[in-house]
C-alpha cells in the first residue's frame, strides 16, 4: 500500500512550516504515526528537536525539487522507517513536475496537496509574483489564507 503524502506550496515565508507544525500537533490528525518530513526551504520558522520528537517525525533538507527526483525518493523510501510523508515545497520553484513524478512513483501516493497563502502580502504578491503565486495555486485542493 502507498504511503500518503501531504504537499504543502506557497511563496517564500507564506508559513508551511507553521501550517505543518500545527497539523502534526494536532489529536485529530495525528495518531502517533511516523512522519518523515521532506523540506524544500528553510525558512525563519524550523523543525526543532522538541518538535520532531513530539510529532515523531524526522525532518530531511533539501534545495530544490531537482533534487527529489524519482532516485531520492527511492533512497529516502528504502532508508526511513516512516508512515506519512509531508512535502515543504520551495517557494520559487513550480511543483508541478515533482507531483507528477510522485504519480511515476508507485510507493507514494499524493494524498492532499495544499497552498499557503499569507494574506497580510496576497495583494503585493498577486501583483509582483504572480506567475510564482500561480505555481502554488494551480495543483492545490486546499488554499489556507494565513496572517489576516
Known amino acids: 500500500m502507498p504511503k500518503p503524502l501531504y504537499f504543502f506550496g506557497g511563496l517564500l515565508d507564506s508559513g508551511k512550516t507553521s501550517v505543518i507544525k500545527e497539523t502534526l500537533l494536532s489529536p485529530q490528525f495525528n495518531e502517533g504515526e511516523r512522519v518523515l518530513i521532506i523540506a524544500l526551504e528553510d525558512g525563519e520558522e524550523s523543525y526543532d528537536e522538541r518538535f520532531l520528537h513530539y510529532a515523531n517525525a524526522r525532518v530531511v533538507y533539501l534545495d530544490s525539487f531537482k533534487e527529489l527526483n524519482l532516485e531520492k525518493m527511492k533512497e529516502l523510501d528504502e532508508l526511513e522507517d516512516f508512515d506519512e510523508i509531508f512535502v ?22 499524493v494524498a492532499q496537496t495544499l497552498s499557503v497563502v499569507d494574506a497580510s502580502t496576497f495583494k503585493i504578491n498577486v501583483l509582483n509574483l504572480k506567475t510564482f503565486l500561480y505555481y502554488h495555486i494551480k495543483s492545490a485542493e486546499c488554499i489556507i489564507f494565513n496572517r489576516f
Not at 515543504?88 to 507514494?108: C, T, Y
Request: charged share 30%; no cysteine.
Open 88 to 109: 515543504e515545497g520551495n517557494g520559487m520553484e513550480d511543483e508541478w513536475p515533482f507531483l507528477l513524478n510522485v504519480q511515476a512513483f508507485k510507493r507514494w501516493e
